[in-house]
T-cell receptor, first 115, second 118 residues
Framework: AQSVTQLDSHVSVSEGTPVLLRCNYS??????LFWYVQHPNKGLQLLLK??????LVKGINGFEAEFKKSETSFHLTKPSAHMSDAAEYFC?????????????FGGGTRLMVKP | KAGVTQTPRYLIKTRGQQVTLSCSPI?????VSWYQQTPGQGLQFLFE???????NKGNFPGRFSGRQFSNSRSEMNVSTLELGDSALYLC?????????????????FGPGTRLLVL
């Protein structure tokens, strides 16, 4: 079984300061890990994806995440927050078994950016 | 390339009715997955269809069903609607070639169908 825990349900930062959204995962198989973002009343947009090629993954809009197997973590960071980053972020795990294409989502972290 | 499209975008139904939602995947994508998003339960996997066959199913009652057509378009149906079925229903498509894979194919999401059950 696989699971994802996003350690903060809400994160508030000031514009121009760093962003850190924390995620821990549990998976029986070699996992693929994703971060998706959801703006209000919109669907989910892929930010970045880890598939064991490199532990530091760069995504869109300046976001990146580091896979740490020993800590079972996949935290999302951005050096400088922008007002447009305000949204809900989901850490997602998918195993590479033949059980199907099922994604398991964390509970989400709502990022607020103050001017 | 056009993204995943879902119709309708908004729907209001009453308890006991049934509803059918539609999803058209990205061209060339053969796998379609459905997810339910609610404030209380978050995002939960409903089922996945690949080559017109249900490959995997989440922990939802039998009132929730789906199908996939030969052109990869998918529909999901909810019968005997309950108030708790009010949610955003998201569809995602991926290339998923079938069988064990070394790399998980990315799922691309549509904008969702917001269902309100009164």
């Amino acid at each position: 079984a696989q699971s994802v825990t996003q350690l903060d349900s809400h994160v508030s930062v000031s514009e121009g300061t760093p962003v850190l959204l924390r995620c821990n995962y549990s998976s029986s198989y070699s996992p693929s890990l994703f971060w998706y973002v959801q703006h209000p009343n919109k669907g989910l947009q892929l930010l970045l994806k880890y598939t064991s090629a490199a532990t530091l993954v760069k995504g869109i809009n300046g976001f990146e995440a580091e896979f740490k197997k020993s800590e079972t973590s996949f935290h999302l960071t951005k050096p400088s927050a922008h007002m447009s980053d305000a949204a809900e972020y989901f850490c997602v795990v998918s195993d590479d078994s033949n059980a199907g294409n099922m994604l398991t989502f964390g509970g989400g972290t709502r990022l607020m950016v103050k001017p | 390339k056009a993204g995943v499209t879902q119709t309708p975008r908004y729907l209001i139904k009453t308890r006991g009715q049934q509803v059918t939602l539609s999803c058209s995947p990205i061209s060339g994508h053969r796998s379609v997955s459905w997810y339910q998003q609610t404030p209380g339960q978050g995002l939960q996997f409903l089922f996945e269809y690949f080559s017109e066959t249900q490959r995997n199913k989440g922990n939802f009652p039998g009132r929730f069903s789906g199908r996939q057509f030969s052109n990869s378009r998918s529909e999901m149906n909810v019968s005997t609607l309950e108030l708790g079925d009010s949610a955003l229903y998201l569809c995602a498509s991926s290339r998923r070639l079938g069988g064990p894979t070394l790399v998980q194919e990315t799922q691309y999401f549509g904008p969702g169908t917001r269902l309100l059950v009164l």
